[in-house]
């Protein structure tokens, strides 16, 4: 009722139009949503309040009369009106905003979400305030009222601040009042655990934090929930994502989120367009006269059809409101025959516009009843209401005619299917042969990627969808208009995917792309599209390193789409089971059976992308490999260094010196007994007037951020200084003193730990972090005695001074003993990892030397160099973890070669006994396998894809069956007489390494290619 009112006010004062249109936007897309919340419905209130005191323009009948200062409304208000409907457009994207968060992530962001919403609410408020001011000056009878209006503004002024000042206490309130029982769960969980971080950092708190908020693991991981995953991983993977919403900056990812949700307003706009040019277009087929109104209103509901030969055929069969769908099919057949057969009477012509379709009538019978019956029969009943066909007929091109329209649909949607069906498999294909060449800064999120779950689905989808008869007749017409609205359809999805950047968020989005109908008339457009275009970022992910979150924002993309193929399949179901209809076969032929899936479990023996991949000629002849550049991204691609040598981040540790003692460059370590708990710390701290502290710090593990506060107390600075690591690490809060020389130290408790008692010392020193190596032991063994300190400070000198002078005169002896004690660190910190993370196969443990001569590692090299070689070894380890694969005799997660069992191997490829190179002779009882060492083993170096599987299988098994009869026939020809096998030896198996007669047990190489990349070994 608001927005029709407001419709019609804005033919009368077109100033509030731009305001008008913005709430309507907003309340479709909101509409649209299934989710709802108490809190959002705060921020909706105050926006329908704001477009009710718009009403108050009724009072103002004529838009042109002038107010005391000869101003008309429209020019006084029509500015305001525009601020107004930018106002309801961000309070709508923060709407939007706040609903896609996880339960948990509203929890740890409520400060800031309260924030958002405060700072709207109280935008909005304003916005009424001034325009009932505006109002008020228009509505003046003279000048001195005006002036007298004037004259109390600033007392008016005054009231709004103090509104305003009270809205903040307002929201807060109905914060906590709406909060539901589950967030106030998680709120008090964190209270209890110490703050979000400690929580999520502790594996028995995060799990407890996921029971708490009542939705699991997929709120909070979205399409990156696998349910085949070990809960360890998925906890790993929900930990690593709530570390990322407890960083991320909420006003910088509000106006990323901004600009998006301008663009689905965009696409509301043109929806919106076109449903009134829908209204206009039935308008004027059904204006009549006042006769016709009247004979109207005496007829049937025949008169409701805006087709004129629907409406003449359910008429002359005296239908009411609904038909059976078969016999609507049937008629209409018999309908248009009489229509156009060729023998009629002289005074009964062909119609001008169907005289060039009947061709068409070979597609009005039995055999294409049902694709016709799906078209018209949107919910599936096996009902035809008047309203559907007045959909059908609305969907209908200008240009075409109903029975082209009804041709197409009769057969050639399911040519255009299959064209799709061919074009997206050869785009699948095409990725998988991509992979190999993508950088391997991007190679895991795109292996993550092909192997998810959205990549079989499609393919179930492709392998369920029926192929037309190979020699079914097609008009060169009917193929003519298929194309041609093939072509149409594409163009349109395409302009409303770049729109959005092919970014599909939710669900709703679904519909503002394709407009209204049902998912299985868009889903094969639409696939094409998507992985179109994520072909196209493969290919850049080739030369560019893209963001982490480009591949799971594709994936998300897809998965959403699959949420609705997947609500549909369970609508139909339920239909199908309420007309007591077998639903198996009845899915068997909808839609040509795309929905219908005989196995929902994974088959990778019988995976239909494998017969695609080696056709890249045939995919160059079917699709147009897109060119995608960085500004079609989600995220954009990640800068690197102009040369190729690592330089530390200015902006974290500036040249220059410090207008205050304590601000600039640091380094020191936090120590715990003598041992350095973090090794070498670069520190660079910032200071305000006010005594905060803020900064970056850079240990050999994390780049952290670091604040606080501090006071003076004599030469020492002592305070609170809480810093949290940017990466995956845990919060380090302590309370130390930063003192100007060592021995003024001071041990203190951490705050965070004062109920053990652990003691840590903070040594801060303007020593520079390269030249820490050169002190003596350490700083907390400096000699207390001056003629030693001056000693050990001499021999600290010398040192630096000689390290400068090798490096300036025998630079290559001064490198190589730099990238020896770096290749030491790199060997330890890989150990180390292993060992921290149970990764297989097993690294000896750091012996009692090694451990100390790594912890001395971490303190005498600069974390400007130790850093990135510690993140070399981690990016390392995660590329060759590959698919996540745990050993199932150690339990260990494998890294590197990961071998599989073809003796156990189930039918489907799915399933086996994996072993990594630690446990090749392992025997192992797993579920129904019992995998003895002497079975066939196939070793995979790199993560083998599902498509790769149907043929590197049977080529293993067939290679083991011909080496072990060409071994055996060499077997039985040596226990012959020399004499007799003299041609045998020449022909006998050779190992390609050593040359040497090749005997059981061995290896044979099943493939490889692009140099050996790929490859597969299997044991005989």
């Not at 929902?600 to 695609?612: E, M, R, T, V």
Request: proline residues 4%; neutral net charge; charged residues 25%.
């Amino acid at each position: 009722m608001v927005l029709d009112g407001l419709e019609l006010l804005s033919q009368i004062h077109p100033a509030i139009g731009a305001a008008v249109l913005a709430f309507r936007l907003v309340v479709a897309i909101e509409a649209k949503r299934r989710e709802n919340d108490k809190k959002v419905h705060i921020l909706r209130l105050h926006m329908r309040d704001l477009m009710i005191a718009i009403f108050q323009l009724r009072h103002f009948k004529d838009p042109k009369d002038v107010g005391p200062d000869n101003l008309t409304i429209n020019d006084r208000i029509g500015g305001l009106m525009r601020k107004i409907a930018q106002d309801i457009e961000k309070s709508g994207s923060v709407c939007e905003f706040y609903l896609k968060k996880s339960t948990i992530s509203r929890v740890m962001k409520c400060m800031h979400h309260q924030g958002l919403f405060g700072e709207h609410i109280e935008i909005l408020v304003k916005d009424r305030d001034d325009l009932d001011r505006a109002l008020q000056i228009h509505i003046g009878v003279g000048v001195d009222s005006a002036n007298a209006k004037l004259d109390g503004q600033e007392a008016r002024l005054n009231s709004i601040d103090r509104k305003i000042e009270n809205l903040t206490a307002m929201v807060e309130n109905l914060f906590r009042q709406l909060e539901t029982s589950r967030e106030r769960d998680v709120q008090s969980l964190f209270v209890d655990k110490g703050g979000a971080q400690k929580c999520i950092d502790n594996d028995d708190s995060l799990r407890l934090l996921i029971k708490k908020s009542g939705k699991g693991y997929d709120d909070i991981l979205g399409s990156q929930f696998e349910l085949n995953k070990p809960e360890s991983e998925t906890l790993e993977k929900a930990r690593k994502e709530l570390r990322r919403e407890l960083k991320e900056d909420v006003e910088k990812a509000f106006g990323r989120d901004m600009k998006y949700f301008g663009s689905k307003l965009g696409l509301q706009y043109r929806e919106l367009k076109r449903q009134r040019q829908q209204l206009s277009d039935i308008g004027d087929a059904m204006r009549m006269g006042h006769d016709q109104i009247l004979s109207a209103m005496k007829s049937g509901a025949h008169d409701r059809i805006i087709d004129y030969d629907f409406k003449k055929l359910w008429e002359g069969m005296a239908w009411n409101r609904s038909v059976k769908a078969k016999h609507l099919v049937i008629a209409l057949h018999d309908y248009f025959i009489e229509k156009l057969r060729p023998f009629g009477r002289p005074d009964d012509p062909i119609p001008a516009e169907y005289k060039n379709d009947q061709w068409t009538l070979a597609y009005l019978n039995s055999p294409h009843i049902q694709p016709l019956l799906e078209a018209i029969d949107d919910d599936a009943t096996g009902f035809i209401t008047i309203r559907e066909i007045n959909a059908f007929v609305e969907s209908k091109p200008k240009e075409w005619t109903l029975l082209q329209w009804i041709a197409y649909w009769a057969e050639g949607w399911k040519i255009s299917v299959h064209q799709y069906k061919t074009d997206i498999y050869m785009l699948i294909a095409a990725m998988y042969k991509l992979w190999p060449d993508v950088l391997p800064a991007n190679r895991h999120a795109a292996l993550r990627y092909l192997r998810h779950d959205t990549i079989f689905q499609i393919d179930k989808l492709l392998q369920s969808t029926q192929d037309p008869p190979p020699n079914a007749s097609k008009s060169t017409e009917l193929l003519r208009l298929t194309q041609e609205f093939k072509d149409q359809e594409k163009k349109c999805l395409q302009e409303n995917l770049e729109a959005i950047r092919y970014d599909i968020d939710e669900e709703y989005t679904v519909s503002l792309l394709t407009g209204p109908g049902r998912i299985e008339r868009f889903i094969y457009p639409m696939l094409y599209l998507l992985l179109k275009h994520h072909y196209g970022v493969f290919k850049l992910a080739t030369t560019a390193i893209l963001d982490p979150r480009e591949f799971p924002d594709m994936t998300d993309s897809l998965w959403i789409l699959f949420a609705l193929v997947n609500q549909r399949l369970d609508s139909l179901a339920s239909i199908f089971k309420q007309s007591n209809v077998d639903v198996e076969e009845k899915l068997k032929t909808f839609a040509f059976g795309m929905l219908y899936y005989d196995s929902p479990k994974k088959d990778l023996s019988s995976n239909g992308i494998a017969q695609y991949i080696y056709r890249q000629s045939a995919f160059d002849g079917h699709v147009e490999p897109p060119i995608i550049s960085p500004d079609d991204l989600v995220y954009g691609t990640l800068s690197l260094p102009s040369d190729a040598s690592y330089s530390p981040d200015s902006s974290t540790f500036p040249d220059g010196a410090s207008e205050e003692p304590i601000q600039g460059h640091w380094a020191g370590h936090i120590y715990n007994a003598h041992t350095s708990m973090l090794g070498l710390i670069q520190l660079n701290i910032k200071s305000s007037p006010g005594g905060t502290l803020t900064g970056s710090a850079l240990t050999w593990q994390d780049i952290m951020t670091v604040s606080g506060s501090i006071r003076r107390n004599n030469q020492d600075v002592d305070g609170v200084a809480p810093a949290s690591k940017d990466g995956d690490g845990e919060t380090v809060t302590q309370q130390n003193g930063l003192g100007a020389m060592p021995s003024d130290a001071t041990d203190r408790k951490s705050p965070a730990n004062a109920a053990n008692d652990d003691q840590y010392t903070v040594i801060l020193r303007r020593t520079p972090a390269s030249l820490w190596r050169f002190l003596q032991s350490g700083p907390l063994d400096y000699p207390a005695a001056a003629g030693s300190l001056a000693r050990a400070r001499w021999s600290f000198a010398l040192k630096c001074v000689l390290d400068r002078i090798k490096r300036k005169n025998t630079p290559r002896e001064y490198f190589a003993e730099r990238f020896s004690e770096a290749g030491r660190f790199l060997v330890l910190a890989r150990r180390e990892l292993y060992t921290e993370q149970g990764y297989c196969p097993r690294l000896s443990d750091l012996s009692a030397g090694e451990e100390a001569e790594f912890v001395r590692l971490t303190c005498v090299i600069c974390p400007e160099f130790s850093a990135p070689y510690c993140a070399r070894v981690a990016d390392a380890v995660d590329r060759q973890k590959y698919g996540g694969y745990t050993c199932d005799s150690c339990r260990g997660t494998i890294v590197g070669s990961r071998w599989a069992c073809l003796t156990c191997m189930n039918d489907s490829f799915t399933d086996t006994v994996d072993l990594c190179s630690s446990c090749v002779k392992e025997s192992v009882q797993l579920r129904e396998f019992v995998h003895d060492a002497s079975h066939v083993l196939l070793k995979c170096d790199t993560y083998v894809l599902g498509a790769h599987w149907q043929w590197i299988i049977p080529r293993a098994r067939s290679m083991l069956v011909q080496t072990k009869k060409k071994l055996r026939s060499h077997s039985e020809d040596r226990a012959e007489p020399a004499e007799s096998s003299a041609s045998t030896i020449a022909g006998s198996l050779k190992c390609q390494a050593c040359s040497e007669e090749v005997t059981l047990p061995c290896w044979v190489r099943v493939d490889s290619y692009c140099m050996c990349f790929f490859g597969h070994f299997v044991r005989t």
